[in-house]
């Protein structure tokens, strides 16, 4: 008689990745692969070259690549936040800083909803979980035409009181380098470019990195207006109060030392950037690439309450950032 274990076996022998379904799309000279965990952006290509940092799809997803930060981007202090007269407390995932980061969205498989040639949507209704019991559904489309790739995400209040809401991405965007030690990639990294057309630097604890406060990027490393390279530029920071054209929209632009040009555009909802190099990570953790993160508010948004949404009953927020790709 076989057991119950060897009945369940074949059905866990499975050749689905961990990372869950891939679904591929792709249209002229872009692709991208998305997957089932966390709607992740797993890769996506131009021409045959790596825009963002990819990874396998069984791996564990290194360093937050592609990752959807919902329902709050970067850092929570402690975890712990109060809302309409109730205190909430989430996981911490950072133990050495004690903070939460980067939400839920990316922990869980969310479900398909349309797939095309040159298209995906998936959506995920967050579980009801002590730190965040909003009944909140998070609908997210990626779509590739001949301008790139537009990710659209709606978040909608499904249920009947208030829900707190922030939102970001995390995408590795690739130096186009060849490196593969930490000084090859951060030689790689420092050969590149950058334009944030952001006037403030948010000032953050060493020790934290929890913000602690503003400055003017007038005269400082800060100051990526005029679009310098990165070398002597360390970054795991943000910035806001960026300078918006005639539709509201932002762009960060990341030039490689190959010359590939690599724009973000976010709507008029994003008010923050995060840029991270990856200085001092420890090897294997370290991407061939910097972060260039736009959110709608920078870290411990749900403390302080600056730049937080709050979702009414019925009623939905959309974000859409834009990647473009140019030689």
């Known amino acids: 008689m076989s057991s119950t274990t060897d009945n369940i076996r074949p059905s866990l022998a499975s050749s689905t990745p961990r990372t869950g379904q891939q679904y591929s799309i792709r249209f002229g ?34 360093c937050c690549n592609g990752y959807i930060l919902v329902p ?52 995920w209704r967050v579980p009801n979980v002590a730190g965040y019991p909003f009944d909140v559904i998070v609908s997210v489309s990626y779509e590739l035409d001949d301008t790139g790739l537009t990710m ?22 690739s130096n186009g380098g060849s490196g593969r030690t930490i000084d090859d990639i951060e030689a790689d990294n420092a050969r590149c470019r950058l334009t944030l057309p952001c006037d403030t630097h948010v000032i953050s604890s060493a020790d934290r990195l929890l913000p602690t406060g503003v400055e003017t990027v ?14 002597g530029r360390p970054f795991d920071d943000a910035w806001t109060d960026a300078q918006r054209d005639e539709n509201g929209s932002v762009t960060a632009t990341f030039t490689r030392s190959d010359g590939l040009r690599v724009s973000l555009t976010g709507d008029d909802t994003v008010n923050a950037w995060q840029v991270c190099t990856a200085t001092g990570f420890p090897e294997g953790q370290h991407p061939a690439g910097v972060a260039i993160e ?19 009953p019925g009623a939905e927020h959309t974000t859409v950032i834009r990647y473009h790709v140019e030689h």
């Open 218 to 231: 007038d005269g400082s490393i800060y100051d990526l207006r005029d679009n310098p390279t990165l070398e």
């Open 152 to 173: 659209r995400t709606v978040a909608y209040n499904n249920g009947s009181q208030r829900a707190p809401w922030a939102f970001g991405i995390h995408p590795w965007l």
């Open 72 to 123: 709050f981007p970067n850092r929570l202090e402690d975890g712990t936040y109060s809302f309409d007269g109730h205190t909430y407390e989430l996981p911490i995932d950072e133990h050495e800083r004690r903070t939460a980061i980067h939400g839920l969205g990316y922990r869980h498989m969310w479900k398909l909803g349309t797939l095309t040639e040159s298209s995906v949507s998936l959506t």
């Open 294 to 312: 736009p959110m709608t508010a920078y870290a411990n948004a749900f403390r302080s309450g600056l730049n937080m949404l709050v979702l009414e």
């Open 29 to 62: 000279g872009y692709e991208a692969v998305v997957t089932e965990l966390g709607a992740t952006l797993r890769r996506f290509d131009y021409r045959g070259k790596q825009v963002i940092v990819p990874f396998e799809a069984d791996d564990m997803v290194p």
